[in-house]
């Protein structure tokens, strides 16, 4: 029987977006269904990413009808692309996941465009790849010729990646964890980049402004950093050491672009940091989020917005 807390499954909505997902031929990484967005009522615990040829399945709530789930995304896909169907308990200590159809290894390579990553799906709470920042890998590839770019919170390096393939002459990535900067090398060799071009700081950033200038002066530079990310940085008290730092890191008429993910800080919250801490910078624009991650409340959701410094 079915208790209080047990979301209403959205069944005709769910078998729905499945469908339409694929119907066609998917070839490149995506998410399918945003249930988080809450666009969607009665899919509000659910997300579900592609990884081809993977599909993994995300629950934020109780899910009792884990079958129906698994076999309506069988039914869906009419040309036999998905080989295994991975549900992760995000509502669980530790999001434990398990391989509920076909077989699944442990780390394989996505496509997004011409761009190679490599994904580990359902291990910890993040597969290697942000999808919603796929509008700015595109934007990156099609705008950084030249360019001198500093990455900071770099993750795997997907944005490093996407730099390089649009003709950065240099592109230097910072992040606080050695596992993710070698994961992040692996990233750059799967896309035969020049390793003479890339320079990495395993480091946290606020001890490694020194090293970070010796790179510079940069003409662009990427702020993707965690919201909260215990003993390491909090959005709400720490960005504004980092727009702080940005004169002193940039040739004149650099190019920022500063994400933040947090549901409780808004468009403002950026904005506001900008005209306080960083003296004649200008907004150029709110860039978009990927359009599969559109939320009713776009505050909510991920925000990005793109600078130029005086």
């Known amino acids: 029987m079915t208790g209080p807390l047990q979301p209403k499954l959205n069944e005709t909505e769910f078998a729905h977006l499945l469908h339409h997902f694929f119907c066609s031929m998917q070839s490149e990484a995506r998410r399918v269904v945003h249930g988080r967005g809450r666009r969607y009522p009665g899919l509000e615990h659910l997300n579900v990413d592609w990884y081809p040829p993977v599909l993994l399945i995300s629950a934020y709530g109780p899910v009792n009808e884990l079958d129906w789930l698994v076999e309506s995304a069988i039914n869906a896909d009419d040309h036999n692309q998905i080989k295994g169907v991975m549900v992760q308990r995000r509502d669980q200590p530790g999001s434990p996941s398990d391989i509920v159809h076909g077989q699944s290894a442990e780390s394989f390579v996505v496509r997004e465009g011409e761009l190679r990553y490599e994904v580990h799906p359902g291990r910890r709470q993040n597969a290697g790849l942000f999808m919603d920042m796929r509008l ?8 950084c010729e030249n360019k001198n770019v500093l990455n900071l919170f770099a993750y795997t390096c997907s944005l490093s990646v996407a730099a390089l393939a649009g003709g950065a002459r240099r592109v230097t990535s910072v992040d606080v964890s050695k596992t993710s900067m070698a994961w992040g090398k692996r990233n750059h060799e799967l896309n035969q980049q020049d390793t003479r071009l890339i320079k990495m700081i395993p480091h946290n950033i ?11 002066r940069y003409d662009l530079v990427l702020i993707d950093p965690p919201t909260r990310q215990r003993g390491s940085f909090d959005a709400e008290r720490d960005y504004q050491t980092v727009v702080k730092r940005l004169h002193s890191l940039c040739n004149p008429g650099a190019e920022v672009i500063a994400c933040l993910n947090s549901p409780f800080l808004g468009w403002e919250f950026l904005e506001q940091l900008f005209a306080r801490h960083c003296a004649g910078s200008s907004l150029i624009e709110r860039m978009p989020v990927a359009p599969e991650y559109v939320d009713v409340e776009p505050a909510r959701g991920l925000k990005i917005c793109r600078f130029r410094l005086a």
Do not use: A, M
Not at 136 to 143: G, K, M, P, Y
Not at 206 to 216: A, C, V
């Open 136 to 143: 700015v890998r595109d934007w990156l590839t099609r705008n």
């Open 206 to 216: 606020f001890t490694s402004w020194g090293r970070i200038k010796q790179y510079g």
